[in-house]
């Protein structure tokens, strides 16, 4: 018994708009890293349920490119999560505006 292909495009819809909902009214970054990542496990989610309706490898390849820039995205927003938390002893996103010329 196969699940169809419409209920992972649904699972993958409903947790892109988690993500979309958290990085439009978030302000914390801590917050705003994880709803990225929430987002590019959708695309995750996408591209192998297609690749197995197709019957090819392509798609669980590119899932695997997907997962190795999210983590190089974790590595680099935790980066700049300290610095913000350095500078400003806060990690609010809106704080860094302070910034500007």
Do not use: K
């Not at 909902?21 to 302000?27: P, S």
């Not at 591209?47 to 899932?63: D, E, K, M, P, W």
């Amino acid at each position: 018994m196969t699940v169809a292909v419409e209920y992972y495009v649904l699972l993958s819809m409903g947790l892109f708009c988690i993500g979309l909902f958290g990085v439009l009214t978030r302000r914390n970054a801590l917050m705003f890293l994880m709803s990225v990542e929430l987002m590019l496990n959708a695309a995750n989610i996408n591209l192998i349920a297609f690749a197995f309706y197709h019957g090819n490898l392509t798609g669980q390849v590119f899932a695997l490119f997907t997962m190795a820039l999210a983590a190089a995205e974790v590595a680099v927003g935790l980066g700049i999560i300290l610095v913000l938390y350095r500078n400003f002893r806060d990690v609010d996103v809106t704080v860094p505006t302070t910034m500007r010329w």
